[in-house]
């Protein structure tokens, strides 16, 4: 993997309206304010996509360290809880909690599983680049 990488996004919008965010190859995204911020709450809003990509990015992180170790597993369920707050007169996000139930086969490792999962919290590209810090709340599903 060579690195730097760049990703490029583009934002439009009218004076009455909502936002167009598209990037070259992808579905365009429409967005608008959170209800909390006046907005009709029907569409997906900046905090809504940055909390979802917390959740992408450390699924995809726990898919990709599994497959490395030979990990096997049969579903994950990821929840994130993102808190935006005032801290110092500017609002940001101050938190998010990660809340994964990892399903593994009945003979799997479950400590190994805990230890893959806080794994990917640690690797995740997007967590890493934000001031607030995840919090992992795991539940091992054996079945």
Known sequence: MNLPHNYVANSNIQPEGSVSINADGLQEIISEPPAAFGGSGNH?????????????????????????????????????????????????????????????????????????LEKAEQACFITNSLKASPHLEAEIVQG
Request: a negative charge.
């Open 44 to 116: 997906w809003s900046p905090e809504d996509l940055l909390v979802a990509a917390v959740s992408d990015c450390f699924v995809l992180s726990f898919k990709a360290i599994a497959a490395a170790s030979k990990f096997t597993w049969t579903d994950l369920k990821c929840e994130v809880d993102g808190t935006l707050d005032k801290v110092d007169r500017a609002i940001q996000f101050t938190g998010f909690t990660v809340k994964a139930t990892l399903t593994i086969p009945a003979d799997a490792d479950a400590d190994r599983a805990k230890r893959l």
